[in-house]
């Protein structure tokens, strides 16, 4: 309980700052000047500075703490009229009150009546008008003694009347019964100033409310046991007999969710010498007491949400709604299994149980996004994965993990100019995975895909437009680009796709992040322009009908040269080594190869001899060999880059009219179609045998991701 000895000084005006002084002061929430609040400050316990209030005549000042207000002490502001008194002699008395009292002061002469509070006292003797000698009324606590003259009460003094100790009373512990850290409420009288509070001889944590209301937690105890709750004050203390049972309970399950076979830690009380554990009635699979706070059990078989019960010999502890049974999920079908290595594919992942998932992985990847579509479908688009590699798809729930399979691969495309549509070939097995079909395709020719392997870039020759590819779903993506007419080869480098338009005698620029003609390119240096390829800032395209090959500066989308000569023959497809050091040029008019140096761009060395009417070039990876097919000879000549010279010529009775030829990133297939049918021929690099796969009529293109 807070004291106050002094107020120094105990004369000034309202805003000036005086000092009080005592004990018990520390958490004060308040300082009062009468029942005006003061700004203050708290120094330490017996120590604080406040401001004085704005107010008049005489007050008490008191300090208002957590454990109650303190006595008060007198103070006067500035500037009142009347009689001051200095001294009160004694300064308590009885709250009976007739105790003789003596005021010394100044200021008593024409004193007309002396309070005590609001209570009148006799003036017995007025001496010299500084000493007046009177006897206390009855009253209690703190009360401000004054001398009424005619103008006024004047400053006063504080006198205290002590009244007899009144020992605490507990009535009752409620509620009576719970675990240890139980929060009870202690209801009885005298608690003003309260120091203790126990259970049994246990000392409790508690906060003191007002004089008839303690609130304390329960401390540790033993389940079963009765205990006798005691409340201590400066008065004395009292106990409430058999207050308080300690009893088992369960506070908490974690998780508190989760499949049957599930570990889940029960925390609580009493749970020593437990002899069940139960889910919603069902015995726990096993459980073990880990102390009298915890313990491990193993979920039985259930569905839905069911309270948890420990027995114990001291009673029964149960928790409502504690566990929430979720179903293990189940994966049944992922479809499409097989996409592409660069991903991007949207499947449908059919089973059970997968309300509440929270994450969707392949090979252990997250998927790009997905969404639980209900508790049986999940639809997810697949992350970049490795080609020719199966790979686990798991969706974990809160039930647990379901697991599937997926298969990586890299997909062929293939243009079949007559049927307007594209085949779309699965590497792994050389089988078609896909047909592209629509009026989306007039003629289709040319194909590419962007350095990622996101898009498919056709170009139609019987049209005027470039048709894209969404290469994760193989599903026509955006509207057509317009480009020039007849647009038979495509490329691509970074965001840019070039696209000679064969009667146009022009050369459009796409830009590929917004599928939009950002140039065209024209000039006298067109003719026919048939194919192109890039090798780093440059690109070169054929032109069929003047024998020359055009080189393009696409950092600024301007010819900067032609290379003639007569090393071409109605050139057709052209393709840049994977070092970018060298441009291989099939002149179909004829049976040679033409090699330009691409850090001159002239024509390098002479013209290789291959088969009649080479078509198409491709190289490996690693840039050693160019495979080229040769239309009128039915075959596809193997070069060694290393001196260009043909080290092989590979003949099949499925070639016919090759034209496309494109080899997958690890070299060991080509793919050739075959124009003059409805089949692509697979040549394994190996042993350079061939098996033939049917697509679509007139095959023309082909392009694989390089991945």
Same mark, same amino acid.
């Given at each position: 309980?807070?004291?106050?000895?002094?107020?120094?000084?105990?004369?000034?005006?309202?805003?000036?700052?005086?000092?009080?002084?005592?004990?018990?002061?520390?958490?004060?929430?308040?300082?009062?000047?009468?029942?005006?609040?003061?700004?203050?400050?708290?120094?330490?316990?017996?120590?604080?500075?406040?401001?004085?209030?704005?107010?008049?005549?005489?007050?008490?000042?008191?300090?208002?703490?957590?454990?109650?207000?303190?006595?008060?002490?007198?103070?006067?502001?500035?500037?009142?009229?009347?009689?001051?008194?200095?001294?009160?002699?004694?300064?308590?008395?009885?709250?009976?009150?007739?105790?003789?009292?003596?005021?010394?002061?100044?200021?008593?002469?024409?004193?007309?009546?002396?309070?005590?509070?609001?209570?009148?006292?006799?003036?017995?003797?007025?001496?010299?008008?500084?000493?007046?000698?009177?006897?206390?009324?009855?009253?209690?606590?703190?009360?401000?003694?004054?001398?009424?003259?005619?103008?006024?009460?004047?400053?006063?003094?504080?006198?205290?009347?002590?009244?007899?100790?009144?020992?605490?009373?507990?009535?009752?512990?409620?509620?009576?019964?719970?675990?240890?850290?139980?929060?009870?409420?202690?209801?009885?009288?005298?608690?003003?100033?309260?120091?203790?509070?126990?259970?049994?001889?246990?000392?409790?944590?508690?906060?003191?409310?007002?004089?008839?209301?303690?609130?304390?937690?329960?401390?540790?105890?033993?389940?079963?046991?009765?205990?006798?709750?005691?409340?201590?004050?400066?008065?004395?203390?009292?106990?409430?007999?058999?207050?308080?049972?300690?009893?088992?309970?369960?506070?908490?399950?974690?998780?508190?969710?989760?499949?049957?076979?599930?570990?889940?830690?029960?925390?609580?009380?009493?749970?020593?010498?437990?002899?069940?554990?139960?889910?919603?009635?069902?015995?726990?699979?096993?459980?073990?007491?880990?102390?009298?706070?915890?313990?491990?059990?193993?979920?039985?078989?259930?569905?839905?949400?069911?309270?948890?019960?420990?027995?114990?010999?001291?009673?029964?502890?149960?928790?409502?709604?504690?566990?929430?049974?979720?179903?293990?999920?189940?994966?049944?079908?992922?479809?499409?299994?097989?996409?592409?290595?660069?991903?991007?594919?949207?499947?449908?992942?059919?089973?059970?149980?997968?309300?509440?998932?929270?994450?969707?992985?392949?090979?252990?990847?997250?998927?790009?996004?997905?969404?639980?579509?209900?508790?049986?479908?999940?639809?997810?688009?697949?992350?970049?994965?490795?080609?020719?590699?199966?790979?686990?798809?798991?969706?974990?729930?809160?039930?647990?993990?379901?697991?599937?399979?997926?298969?990586?691969?890299?997909?062929?495309?293939?243009?079949?100019?007559?049927?307007?549509?594209?085949?779309?070939?699965?590497?792994?097995?050389?089988?078609?995975?896909?047909?592209?079909?629509?009026?989306?395709?007039?003629?289709?020719?040319?194909?590419?895909?962007?350095?990622?392997?996101?898009?498919?870039?056709?170009?139609?020759?019987?049209?005027?437009?470039?048709?894209?590819?969404?290469?994760?779903?193989?599903?026509?993506?955006?509207?057509?680009?317009?480009?020039?007419?007849?647009?038979?080869?495509?490329?691509?480098?970074?965001?840019?796709?070039?696209?000679?338009?064969?009667?146009?005698?022009?050369?459009?620029?796409?830009?590929?992040?917004?599928?939009?003609?950002?140039?065209?390119?024209?000039?006298?240096?067109?003719?026919?322009?048939?194919?192109?390829?890039?090798?780093?800032?440059?690109?070169?395209?054929?032109?069929?009908?003047?024998?020359?090959?055009?080189?393009?500066?696409?950092?600024?989308?301007?010819?900067?040269?032609?290379?003639?000569?007569?090393?071409?023959?109605?050139?057709?497809?052209?393709?840049?080594?994977?070092?970018?050091?060298?441009?291989?040029?099939?002149?179909?008019?004829?049976?040679?190869?033409?090699?330009?140096?691409?850090?001159?761009?002239?024509?390098?060395?002479?013209?290789?001899?291959?088969?009649?009417?080479?078509?198409?070039?491709?190289?490996? %990876? /690693? *840039?050693? =060999?160019?495979? +080229?097919? $040769?239309? #009128?000879?039915?075959?596809? &000549? !193997?070069?060694?880059? @290393?001196?260009?010279?043909?080290?092989?010529?590979?003949?099949?009775?499925?070639?016919?009219?090759?034209?496309?030829?494109?080899?997958? %990133? /690890? *070299?060991? =297939?080509?793919? +050739?179609? $075959?124009? #003059?049918?409805?089949?692509? &021929? !697979?040549?394994?690099? @190996?042993?350079?045998?061939?098996?033939?796969?049917?697509?679509?009529?007139?095959?023309?293109?082909?392009?694989?991701?390089?991945?």
């Amino acid at each position: 309980m807070p004291a106050i000895t002094a107020v120094q000084p105990s004369k000034l005006p309202a805003g000036a700052t005086t000092w009080i002084a005592g004990s018990g002061f520390t958490g004060a929430t308040a300082v009062k000047f009468g029942n005006t609040n003061a700004n203050f400050t708290l120094f330490n316990d017996g120590a604080i500075r406040a401001t004085v209030p704005a107010g008049s005549g005489s007050v008490l000042v008191t300090v208002v703490t957590p454990s109650g207000t303190s006595n008060g002490k007198a103070f006067c502001y500035s500037g009142t009229p009347g009689a001051t008194i200095q001294a009160v002699q004694p300064t308590s008395g009885p709250s009976a009150g007739g105790t003789p009292v003596t005021l010394v002061g100044y200021g008593f002469t024409g004193a007309t009546d002396v309070k005590f509070g609001s209570t009148s006292a006799p003036i017995l003797a007025n001496l010299q008008g500084k000493v007046i000698q009177t006897t206390a009324p009855a009253g209690t606590g703190t009360v401000l003694v004054s001398v009424v003259t005619p103008v006024g009460p004047g400053c006063g003094i504080a006198y205290d009347y002590v009244g007899v100790p009144v020992p605490p009373s507990v009535d009752s512990v409620v509620p009576d019964e719970g675990p240890a850290g139980q929060q009870v409420t202690i209801s009885g009288s005298g608690f003003t100033g309260v120091t203790s509070v126990q259970f049994g001889v246990v000392e409790a944590g508690f906060v003191f409310v007002d004089d008839s209301t303690v609130v304390a937690t329960a401390p540790d105890g033993v389940a079963g046991s009765l205990v006798d709750v005691t409340v201590t004050t400066p008065n004395g203390s009292d106990t409430l007999e058999d207050a308080y049972t300690y009893v088992p309970a369960v506070t908490s399950v974690v998780p508190d969710e989760g499949p049957e076979g599930q570990e889940v830690i029960i925390s609580g009380f009493g749970f020593t010498g437990a002899t069940s554990v139960t889910f919603g009635g069902v015995e726990a699979t096993s459980f073990m007491v880990a102390d009298d706070d915890t313990v491990f059990a193993v979920v039985p078989a259930g569905s839905g949400t069911v309270a948890v019960t420990v027995s114990t010999p001291n009673g029964d502890a149960t928790l409502a709604d504690a566990y929430t049974y979720v179903v293990v999920p189940e994966i049944t079908l992922v479809e499409p299994s097989t996409g592409p290595a660069v991903g991007g594919q949207d499947v449908t992942i059919s089973g059970s149980g997968f309300s509440g998932a929270t994450s969707v992985t392949f090979g252990g990847v997250d998927a790009t996004s997905f969404i639980v579509e209900n508790d049986t479908t999940i639809t997810a688009t697949t992350p970049p994965g490795t080609a020719y590699t199966t790979v686990d798809v798991e969706v974990t729930t809160p039930g647990g993990t379901a697991t599937g399979s997926y298969t990586y691969t890299l997909f062929a495309y293939v243009t079949n100019q007559t049927d307007a549509t594209v085949s779309v070939i699965d590497t792994s097995d050389d089988t078609v995975a896909d047909t592209i079909n629509g009026e989306n395709f007039q003629g289709p020719a040319g194909v590419a895909l962007t350095p990622d392997g996101s898009k498919v870039y056709v170009a139609n020759s019987s049209g005027e437009e470039v048709t894209v590819v969404d290469a994760g779903n193989n599903v026509v993506t955006g509207s057509l680009i317009t480009v020039g007419i007849s647009p038979y080869g495509v490329a691509i480098a970074g965001t840019k796709a070039y696209v000679p338009n064969s009667t146009d005698s022009t050369v459009s620029v796409i830009d590929t992040a917004t599928d939009t003609v950002t140039d065209t390119i024209n000039g006298e240096n067109f003719n026919t322009p048939f194919w192109v390829a890039i090798a780093g800032t440059t690109a070169y395209v054929t032109n069929a009908a003047n024998d020359t090959v055009t080189v393009i500066n696409t950092a600024t989308d301007t010819v900067t040269t032609t290379i003639n000569g007569t090393n071409f023959n109605s050139p057709r497809e052209i393709a840049v080594t994977p070092d970018g050091t060298k441009a291989y040029v099939a002149n179909n008019g004829g049976t040679t190869v033409t090699v330009i140096d691409t850090g001159t761009n002239t024509v390098s060395g002479t013209p290789i001899t291959v088969g009649t009417s080479p078509y198409g070039v491709a190289f490996t %990876p /690693d *840039g050693t =060999k160019a495979y +080229v097919t $040769n239309e #009128g000879g039915n075959s596809v &000549s !193997v070069i060694d880059t @290393s001196d260009n010279t043909v080290i092989t010529t590979i003949t099949d009775a499925g070639f016919n009219e090759p034209r496309g030829v494109a080899v997958t %990133p /690890d *070299g060991s =297939k080509v793919y +050739v179609a $075959n124009y #003059g049918g409805s089949t692509v &021929s !697979v040549i394994d690099t @190996s042993d350079n045998s061939v098996t033939t796969t049917t697509v679509g009529n007139n095959p023309f293109g082909v392009a694989i991701v390089n991945v």
